[in-house]
C-alpha cells in the first residue's frame, strides 16, 4: 500500500498545523464563581449585563463575533465562557482576561 503525503495535489486535507496552546499551560488566575462573585454582579443595575451573548461579549471586547467565537474554539477565554449552544460569556471574567 503506498504512502500517501500530505502535499499529493488530490489531498485536499493539507497539513495539520500543531496546537499553538499546547505548550501554554491553563491559567490559574481565575478561581470558579463563588456565590459572592454572583450576588456583586447582580447587586447594582449595570449598564452591560453581568451574563453576555456572543453578540454583545463580542461589542464589549471590539472583536467580530466569528473572532471571538473562533478564540474560544482555541482555548483562549476559557474562565469566561459557558460553553455550549449558545455560547455564554461572564462579563467580569471576560474583561479580565481580555486585559491581562
Known sequence: MPIRSPAIAGDMRGVRKANVLDDVS?????????PDDIRQAFAAPAVIPPILSLVEAASVVKLRPQTLKR???EGL???????????RFWRDR?????MR
Open 71 to 73: 478564540k474560544v474554539s
Open 26 to 34: 491553563p491559567p490559574s488566575d481565575f478561581d470558579p464563581l463563588t
Open 77 to 87: 477565554y476559557a474562565k469566561s465562557v459557558v460553553r455550549g449552544k449558545p455560547l
Open 94 to 98: 471576560l474583561v479580565a482576561e481580555v
